[in-house]
């Protein structure tokens, strides 16, 4: 056929108006998957131990076969497992999170404020890592092959090297016990501070995350820009006379927000196991110390609901942030790194 | 024609000035300061890490043998720790942990999710697509979430550790072999190999396998760091190994109580795991970053 | 006399290379812009055109430096120009549309806000009166339902779509000069014909100066008035088009001539051994290692642009003495067809479908090959042509439908077939990127064949045949031990021949073989192939959507259109006489060098 009879084509999955739609199905039925895949492997994983192991974690030791009768009863420990998956997740969705073996109070009570200073915790370290790790990456990438851009790649790579822990630590090694300019300890801060106090308290765990992102977003923002200013399209438009600042920033930047936008999503998933770390390091009473130390205690309850919070959170927050690609980028719109 | 024809093609490409023979990845590397320093850091390490422990004074284990919480001292270099114990001692015999188990985890996540790709690429249709669905699938679950929910339901022990980041490797990795390979098996080549009714293994080992040779050793090498790192994190929070070893993760955590006394007790454990870790990702991203560069200069093998 | 709009003058282009001598790609070229006119830049890849064509508007890549050299736009000098004078200047009084037009437009943005951009930029366009001038301007190039288009991404486009807007979008400053850099390379035959078609009409009325950059040596003379002609960065040769392409002085210029295929006679064409250097040579002939009349003088001393006459010039030491023979065209060997001899090939009503396909690829294709014969099967894109190859070969299982070898079927899948089976059917590609192993060397690449099929063959025999396929391909032993990626392009292909000559085949399916490769490689490997398959005896099926190359190296001829045969028969029939009006179609839309013959006709 020659191309004037060529019917002009469309993209996949329809009409133009509807593609945008289509494809934020897609990736929210995939979201959708992922959540649940999570809520599989966390059931099935943490009713691993037999419900005598769950009864005598609960009540003590030294029960009688009664007293663990009666506890198992209590928590319908006897039904078969697929029901209590089905149970569990229909309550969970309904936002009763059950109540723990350990506290015997309702999870729910324990968990929400956590996940309150948690999500603070996330938005605080996004708003300040994303601008910075955009503008290092753009200065970067402009001054591609240069020394100083291979100063600051090299130093992204090896920061990225050190686990979060380290530079927390070392964070916390600096201000607060030589500089004692910030509290050694985040919890008390929080639970009885003044708002100064509780500020502060926030000041180390932010910090270290933001120092644990920078170069992971740097340095994709790095490569996108580069491949954006290097490409055809980008030369054709300074041959069309269109101003070289126009050129790079709608032109050129249109088509690196897209690849830039993914990595941030991709970000905010590795900041969940950031999270969870730093909180740590600190006693920062959020979601993720909760976690850690319901594991520790064997709270199974309590870990499952945590872990579904902590990856609802972060799916629909990557979620977003793909979607924000996709509606910059009409040809990044169908693919998912 | 005046020439012979085979007199003239003999000025190939190799003879035009400017022109490099391509190298294998190693050479490559150790070309660059980067490579360099990673190599020799990482050698640096493993000296550190194995053979160490013979210059320690004490045994790891052994409590009061000084004051508790002592800073250092001509007897105890590093000071000691709450239990009286010698924290040079401790940090000698500490490092092997961290970097064996991620090690041997990677290296199981490479077999599997290796083969998988592989077989994903080289076979096509829906065994490609099925596979590559079910790394997605696992693709998206945080790793450290799997492993904190794993180690509550079966309890801390190296075998689960491994287990968990083998889990949590095998899909990453296994796209990475899958890429690679299958930018291979589209080829021309492997077309013609097939057409000679060359045997799958044939194919696979000998035509598919040197051409991802480079690009797979670099993730694996990209990917041992992650795991130090993973695996190093899982031991600070209490989940990885357990007391009284002085695996340098737990050593952090054990410390940070009295960071403000010996802080040694903390800093050296973690300048360990801060130069095991750098050393790999130097060495992961200069490899990456000569592959980058496009296969006229470097080979794909190794 | 009309005026020059764009004077370049002596233009070097070097790029810059760490710790070493920067190296020169552009050599002290010219070249005069007029307007009213199309000037014809030609050459072979490598050779320097498109970094020459850039340069000359004062653009270059990062890394280039011009070194000396002016290039005067009226009498503006824009080699030098601060970038921020040189934007003011791009799109508006100079434009440029370059090869690749589906990286050129942006995926981002909709074709009508690129060209509302610069309607406003240029125009001062705005609003509704913007949006009428977009529509109008894309019905100008002849895209369908225009103001549907804007709103559509690049991506939506066809090829030919995306370099018609591209066009659109360059011309719509309504610039002085224009460079055009293969603006057709890649598309269909049609699609290229109807483009060029297009970029006349649009020239002819318009007073702008056009520089059009090809490969193409044909085209050019459809389109283009004056000609230069560009050899290892320098221009060798420059003239009224017909004059340089009829009559031409330089060596080179001949030996291109005689390499370009004609669709219109089918004369053999003759090729040009060895490789141009690659980078600028200064202190003698860059043309010498290669040139049939080079002496000592030649390799000695640099030669410099004399004038042959008032209307052309040349660089040549020798250009007195230069007679341009042009081959005539012999007959082909004309392959014994007996009834009684059984066909090699015989496929029958073949139709094969790609899994979740709606339309079968091929369907009812039937056809005969005896032994010794060449058969092409011609076609654009889409027709199904290689389809049909990989269906033969066994790459593809066949729906329906029947292949016979040597009169007995085989089994449709190669991975069923007999090693005899398999060495006696070769099949070579059409990138020699990618039909080489990189891992592999040369001697391994011939060596497996060999070993694989006859593993009877003892391992100095196995040596023995090697060096002896590798001669056959006219490459020299040494190359044994060398890897693909250390080979050009023209040298792969001939591994990848000698490859397939190791099985000692019956039957050779090329899958376009030449079109990757430049025309005078291209000509090379063509007398290779003709010579190699009729010393053995080998039946051939070759595709190609050349007519011109088919014409000259095939008996036969199947023309193909959407997977369907629309003619066959012997070549020189159809092409002098074609019975289907598609064929004709084709026909007509090949541009050749010698504007007189009869087959040359504005494209329908």
């Known amino acids: 056929m020659s191309d004037l009879q060529a019917p002009v084509e469309t993209t996949e999955g329809g009409a133009r108006t509807g593609s945008v739609l289509g494809v934020a199905g897609r990736h929210l039925v995939s979201a959708l998957v992922t959540l649940l895949v999570i809520s599989l492997i966390t059931f099935f994983a943490t009713s691993l131990k037999s419900p005598e192991q769950l009864a005598k974690a609960s009540l003590g030791r030294y029960i009688t076969p009664a007293q663990s009768l009666a506890f198992v009863k209590e928590y319908h420990l006897n039904r078969p497992l697929v029901v209590r998956y089905f149970d569990w997740l229909a309550n969970f969705v309904r936002g009763n999170f059950g109540t723990s073996y350990i506290t015997h109070r309702p999870v729910r009570l324990d968990v929400l404020p956590r996940l309150e200073r948690t999500l603070l915790l996330t938005l605080a370290t996004l708003v300040v890592a994303v601008p910075v790790g955009l503008a290092t990456g753009v200065l970067s990438a402009r001054r591609w092959g240069t020394r100083s851009d291979l100063a600051m790649n090299i130093g992204a790579v090896v920061l990225s090297a050190f686990p979060e822990f380290v530079i927390g630590l070392f964070l916390l090694l600096v201000f607060a016990v030589d500089l004692k300019l910030l509290p050694v300890d985040s919890g008390q801060g929080l639970a009885f501070g003044t708002l100064s106090a509780q500020i502060k308290a926030y000041v180390l765990p932010t910090a270290t995350l933001v120092v644990a992102s920078v170069p992971f977003i740097m340095r994709n923002t790095r490569v996108a820009v580069r491949e954006a200013l290097a490409a055809p399209y980008t030369r054709a438009a300074v041959l069309h006379g269109i101003p070289r600042r126009r050129v790079v920033w709608h032109h050129a930047m249109r088509n690196a927000a897209g690849p830039i936008l993914n990595a941030v999503a991709l970000n905010v998933i590795y900041l969940l196991a950031g999270v969870i770390v730093v909180e740590n390091v600190f006693d920062f009473p959020g979601l993720g110390q909760d976690l850690v130390a319901s594991v520790g205690t064997g709270d199974t309850i309590t870990v499952q609901a945590v872990a579904m919070l902590l990856g609802a959170t972060f799916i629909l927050v990557s979620l977003a942030t793909d979607a924000l690609a996709g509606a910059l980028n009409p040809l990044v719109r169908g693919s998912r790194q | 024609m005046s020439t012979t024809q085979a007199e003239l093609d003999l000025v190939s490409v190799a003879e035009e000035p400017g022109y490099q023979r391509p190298i294998s990845l190693f050479r490559a590397v150790m070309r660059t300061a980067e490579g360099r320093i990673g190599l020799g850091l990482a050698v640096f390490m493993l000296l550190l890490i194995s053979v160490g422990r013979l210059a320690a004074p004490f045994s790891p284990t052994a409590i009061n043998v000084g004051p508790p919480i002592a800073g250092p001292s001509m007897a105890h270099l590093l000071g000691t720790d709450d239990l009286g114990r010698d924290v040079l001692s401790r940090f000698l015999y500490g490092g092997d942990t961290v970097l064996l188990v991620p090690l041997a985890a990677v290296t199981l996540a490479l077999v599997i999710g290796g083969f998988l790709g592989l077989l994903a690429a080289y076979r096509g249709g829906w065994v490609d697509r099925l596979v590559a669905r079910v790394f997605d699938v696992f693709l998206v679950i945080p790793a450290l979430l799997l492993a904190l929910v794993l180690v509550a339901g079966l309890g801390t022990s190296v075998v689960v550790i491994v287990l968990t980041v083998t889990v949590v490797y095998v899909p990453r990795l296994g796209r990475i072999v899958r890429g690679a390979a299958g930018r291979i098996a589209v080829q021309d080549f492997i077309v013609a190999a097939e057409l000679r009714g060359e045997s799958s293994r044939w194919v696979v080992v000998r035509e598919i396998l040197p051409n991802v040779a480079g690009p797979v050793l670099s993730a694996y090498a990209l990917y041992v760091t992650y795991g130090i790192i993973f695996v190093v994190t899982l031991s600070y929070l209490g989940l990885g190994a357990q007391p009284p070893s002085s695996d340098w993760g737990l050593m952090v955590s054990d410390s940070q109580a009295f960071i403000s006394f010996n802080p040694w007790a903390t800093v050296a454990p973690a300048l360990g795991i801060a130069a095991m870790s750098v050393a790999f990702t130097l060495v992961a991203d200069a490899a990456n970053r000569q592959l980058a560069r496009g296969n006229d200069r470097v080979g794909t093998g190794v | ?604």
């Open chain 3, 1 to 604: 006399m009309s005026d020059v709009q764009l004077s370049v003058d002596g233009l070097t282009v070097a790029y810059d290379r760490p710790s070493q001598q920067p190296n020169t790609v552009v050599w002290r070229a010219s070249i005069n812009l007029r307007a009213g006119q199309i000037h014809g830049l030609a050459g072979e890849s490598g050779c320097g055109k498109s970094t020459f064509a850039l340069a000359a508007i004062g653009y270059r890549d990062r890394g280039a430096i011009i070194t000396e050299g002016s290039s005067r736009l009226d009498d503006l000098e824009l080699l030098g120009m601060p970038a921020r004078d040189l934007s003011r200047i791009w799109g508006r009084r100079v434009a440029y549309v370059g090869q690749s037009a589906s990286t050129s437009l942006n995926p981002a943005l909709n074709v009508g806000l690129q060209l509302g951009e610069l309607l406003s930029l240029y125009l001062g366009l705005r609003g509704e009166k913007s949006r009428r001038r977009q529509a109008e301007l894309l019905d100008e190039v002849g895209i369908p339902d225009p103001s549907a288009a804007l709103h559509r991404y690049p991506h939506q486009f066809s090829g030919g779509q995306q370099q018609r807007i591209a066009i659109a979008m360059a011309l719509c400053g309504d610039p002085g000069v224009i460079i055009l850099d293969e603006p057709t390379t890649g598309l269909d035959v049609t699609t290229q014909a109807r483009i060029t078609a297009m970029l006349k009409d649009k020239l002819a009325g318009s007073s702008a100066a056009t520089l059009y950059v090809s490969h193409d040596l044909a085209f050019l003379s459809t389109v283009t008035s004056r000609l230069a002609v560009m050899y290892a960065g320098e221009i060798v040769e420059e003239g009224p088009t017909q004059t340089v392409l009829q009559g031409p002085r330089h060596p080179y210029t001949g030996a291109l001539l005689a390499a370009v295929p004609s669709a219109v006679d089918g004369r053999q064409v003759v090729g040009l051994p060895g490789r141009p250097p690659l980078s600028v040579v200064k202190d003698a002939c860059s043309f010498a290692p290669r040139c049939p009349l080079s002496v000592e003088r030649c390799r000695s001393s640099h030669p410099v642009l004399e004038n042959a006459n008032e209307h052309s010039q040349v660089r040549c030491f020798r250009w007195p003495e230069f007679r341009h023979r042009s081959v005539a065209a012999t007959p082909r060997q004309e392959a014994v067809r007996t009834e009684l001899a059984s066909p090699v090939l015989a496929v029958r009503d073949l139709v094969c479908v790609y899994s979740q396909a709606r339309r079968p690829a091929i369907s009812g294709v039937s056809f005969d090959l005896a032994e010794a014969e060449t058969i092409a099967i011609v076609g654009e894109s889409g027709s199904g042509k290689s389809t049909l190859l990989r269906c033969i070969a066994g790459v593809l299982s066949p729906a329906d439908g029947s292949v016979l070898f040597k009169g007995e079927s085989m089994p449709p899948r190669a991975g069923d077939r007999p090693r005899t089976l398999l060495s006696a059917i070769q099949l070579v590609f059409q990138n020699p990127e990618s039909s080489l192993n990189p891992r592999h060397s040369v001697a391994d690449i011939i060596r497996r064949p060999i070993r694989l099929f006859r593993p009877d063959v003892s391992r100095s025999q196995e040596d023995l045949e090697i060096r002896e396929l590798i001669e056959a391909v006219r490459l020299p032993a040494a190359m044994l031990h060398r890897y693909p990626n250390e080979l050009s392009g023209g040298q792969k292909q001939r591994v990848a021949l000698a490859r397939a000559f190791a099985g000692k085949p019956d039957l050779l399916l090329c899958d376009e073989v030449t079109s990757a490769l430049d025309v005078s490689v291209q000509a090379s490997v063509l007398e290779l192939l003709t010579e190699s398959t009729q010393q053995t005896k080998t039946a051939v099926v070759f595709v190609s959507h050349d007519l011109a190359v088919v014409r000259t190296i095939a008996h036969r001829t199947l023309v193909m259109r959407d997977g369907s045969v629309v003619e066959e028969g012997n070549t020189d029939q159809l092409f002098a006489a074609p019975t289907a009006a598609y064929t004709r179609e084709l026909l007509s839309a090949i541009p050749t060098v010698k504007p007189d013959a009869e087959a040359h006709a504005t494209p329908a």
